[in-house]
């Protein structure tokens, strides 16, 4: 193992409890491994009902980086499924604002945590990462070497690419705001004041477990509340456990998305790993970005996101 600078990273737990405490402890073995500081640790011993702790115990894991002495360098959620939604009306938005304008963090997490990507995007302008958590990524029993080292690149760097190949053979040049994330969590929070609202944008979404049909209205909702109108690209990543039943007779995800594509009136790119599976990208939310589509090679350049002071690229151990 080669050395590095020391990379602090601070652990944060907004949404459900461990379930699988194994999955946590080789994370922060990884991390460890890879040369990091990781603080606090404790946050994966809290559990209520469902959750990683009560309501102000989760939000002071993000308003308590308005106060801390010294910033850690990441931020990273330990796992996702429910309960983020339950924190915006308690954020100290205007105190993260100035906070973390002044020394930028990467807050990384995908999942549930789109819901805190979107609040802290639409009232503080804050900068987030979609991207693999503690357990289910940087503590799973095979470790993805595409996810690994595709965070650890995008956060030494002040301008990313995430490169892959799409099922559409298209020409195409765009460029916008790149934003997204959990495609139930986005439409969750349509007409709320946690919705940003961005014009022009490159807007790319996933799922998991949701039936095709359930996929498909989410999209048009979307659809039907002008958002997807005022997107420029709209890119498909990863839907894990979205499987049709018997009644839908043969209507799967792929005719879904075939709709959505003829209605939306945007470009509709499929392929991109991000989501609930192994492989998936780092991708910052709200900053420029182009999208170029050449064949069926789809290359999404970004910049302008929190990146790390000191360059810490770690290989796999």
């Given at each position: 193992?080669?050395?590095?600078?020391?990379?602090?990273?601070?652990?944060?737990?907004?949404?459900?409890?461990?379930?699988?405490?194994?999955?946590?402890?080789?994370?922060?073995?990884?991390?460890?491994?890879?040369?990091?500081?990781?603080?606090?640790?404790?946050?994966?011993?809290?559990?209520?009902?469902?959750?990683?702790?009560?309501?102000?115990?989760?939000?002071?894991?993000?308003n308590g980086l308005a106060t801390l002495d010294t910033l850690p360098d990441i931020a990273l959620s330990i796992r996702g499924g429910y309960g983020a939604t339950r924190l915006l009306d308690h954020l100290h938005y205007d105190a993260l604002r100035e906070r973390l304008a002044g020394q930028p963090i990467a807050l990384v997490g995908h999942s549930d945590f789109t819901a805190l990507q979107m609040a802290l995007y639409a009232k503080s302008g804050i900068v987030t990462f979609g991207g693999p958590m503690l357990g289910p990524d940087?503590?799973?029993?095979?470790?993805?070497?595409?996810?690994?080292?595709?965070?650890?690149?995008?956060?030494?760097?002040?301008?990313?690419?995430?490169?892959?190949?799409?099922?559409?053979?298209?020409?195409?040049?765009?460029?916008?705001?790149?934003?997204?994330?959990?495609?139930?969590?986005?439409?969750?929070?349509?007409?709320?004041?946690?919705?940003?609202?961005?014009?022009?944008?490159?807007?790319?979404?996933?799922?998991?477990?949701?039936?095709?049909?359930?996929?498909?209205?989410?999209?048009?909702?979307?659809?039907?509340?002008?958002?997807?109108?005022?997107?420029?690209?709209?890119?498909?990543?990863?839907?894990?456990?979205?499987?049709?039943?018997?009644?839908?007779?043969?209507?799967?995800?792929?005719?879904?998305?075939?709709?959505?594509?003829?209605?939306?009136?945007?470009?509709?790119?499929?392929?991109?790993?991000?989501?609930?599976?192994?492989?998936?990208?780092?991708?910052?939310?709200?900053?420029?970005?182009?999208?170029?589509?050449?064949?069926?090679?789809?290359?999404?350049?970004?910049?302008?996101?929190?990146?790390?002071?000191?360059?810490?690229?770690?290989?796999?151990?």
């Amino acid at each position: 193992m080669q050395a590095f600078d020391t990379c602090r990273v601070r652990l944060i737990a907004p949404s459900g409890y461990p379930h699988d405490r194994d999955a946590m402890t080789r994370g922060i073995a990884r991390l460890h491994d890879a040369g990091c500081v990781v603080e606090a640790p404790e946050v994966i011993d809290r559990a209520e009902l469902r959750y990683a702790g009560s309501d102000t115990q989760r939000a002071s894991d993000i308003n308590g980086l308005a106060t801390l002495d010294t910033l850690p360098d990441i931020a990273l959620s330990i796992r996702g499924g429910y309960g983020a939604t339950r924190l915006l009306d308690h954020l100290h938005y205007d105190a993260l604002r100035e906070r973390l304008a002044g020394q930028p963090i990467a807050l990384v997490g995908h999942s549930d945590f789109t819901a805190l990507q979107m609040a802290l995007y639409a009232k503080s302008g804050i900068v987030t990462f979609g991207g693999p958590m503690l357990g289910p990524d940087f503590g799973a029993q095979r470790l993805s070497p595409l996810t690994w080292r595709h965070f650890w690149r995008t956060l030494s760097s002040p301008q990313g690419n995430a490169s892959w190949e799409c099922n559409e053979a298209v020409e195409l040049a765009v460029e916008g705001p790149l934003w997204g994330g959990n495609l139930a969590m986005l439409c969750s929070l349509l007409q709320t004041p946690y919705f940003p609202r961005i014009e022009g944008g490159i807007l790319f979404v996933e799922d998991i477990g949701e039936p095709p049909f359930r996929i498909e209205r989410l999209l048009y909702q979307l659809h039907l509340s002008g958002v997807l109108g005022r997107q420029r690209a709209l890119i498909l990543g990863d839907f894990t456990q979205c499987r049709p039943a018997a009644y839908d007779n043969g209507y799967d995800l792929a005719d879904g998305f075939d709709q959505i594509r003829r209605i939306a009136g945007i470009p509709v790119l499929s392929g991109m790993p991000f989501g609930h599976e192994a492989d998936k990208f780092t991708l910052p939310f709200g900053v420029p970005a182009r999208l170029r589509v050449v064949g069926k090679r789809a290359s999404l350049d970004f910049h302008g996101y929190p990146h790390l002071r000191r360059p810490h690229e770690p290989s796999m151990g």
